[in-house]
């Protein structure tokens, strides 16, 4: 496995937060402190926030994922990462929570698993015993969901989303894979992406085989790949790579909505602003 250089795999990522939910008014929510308190205060003004615009919003049902629109078009993003999804039982190897509000092309990233004395995560023991992915039907991931005691755990914690995605390690080669043939035929502007901004996934991947032994590395190279992504997103072309990308991880992904489906609503943010990311929980700012 070689160097990934670039960033389309953002492309997913953001991409997902636009699916199913339209912009709104509304106040912003931030956030500073460095604990999980931040994320969850977030999160539970935004939830309040969903209550204002629909008084029955604080109740879900025990067999859905928890879910809110939000009066200020903020999207909030469960991204949660595995080592394998073909695998009977893939290991739980990361969970952020990202926080976007449109138009502005700025994302808000909180770690919540894994947890290391001090940081910001959860530290509750019961994110990684009860997370497993269930399936309802003769397919690959499409028909998987995530247990419904992994997302209630979360949501004791007042943790809040507005849709979750799933990926492993293949995710992360494929679209590895994708870039390099996009590259080799001039059909991005990725030729300006210097080499010094690449990122080695295999040091990336044996820090994360490594989370239960230090959960304070797996966090940090985490946080290293995405501020990387975040760095280099805005010199890929969005709205013309996106599509083909989400159509090759179809099956390396699993989504509570679609994200086919979302490919045009980038042209609601302002990329000419250029994309920023902070991680306030870990006191890294990304805009460059």
Known sequence: ?????????????????????????????????????????????????????????????????????????????????????????????????????????????????????GGAGSQSNNLKETFRLNKTGDCRNACRSISVEFLQELREQDIWWSDYLVFDRLSWQTAMDFISLESASGNTVLSDIQPGSAIDLEVYFEKLSMLDENPREAVLAQADLYRELCWEASRFDFLTGSAVLLDQLSDGLISSSKPQETVSSLKAIAWSKGLSCEFPTLSQDTTK
């Open 1 to 117: 496995m070689k160097l990934i250089r670039y960033s389309i795999t953002l492309v997913v990522f953001i991409t997902s937060l636009f699916i199913g939910y339209q912009a709104g008014d509304g106040v912003a929510f931030n956030f500073t402190n460095q604990t999980l308190s931040a994320a969850a205060r977030l999160s539970a003004a935004a939830r309040l926030s969903a209550a204002v615009q629909n008084p029955l919003a604080g109740t879900i049902a025990k067999s859905a994922p928890p879910s809110a629109t939000f009066l200020n078009g903020q999207q909030s993003l469960l991204v949660i990462g595995t080592d394998d999804l073909e695998a009977d039982s893939p290991r739980l190897e990361s969970v952020w929570l990202v926080l976007l509000i449109p138009p502005e092309p700025h994302l808000t990233l909180i770690p919540i698993y894994p947890y290391y004395p």
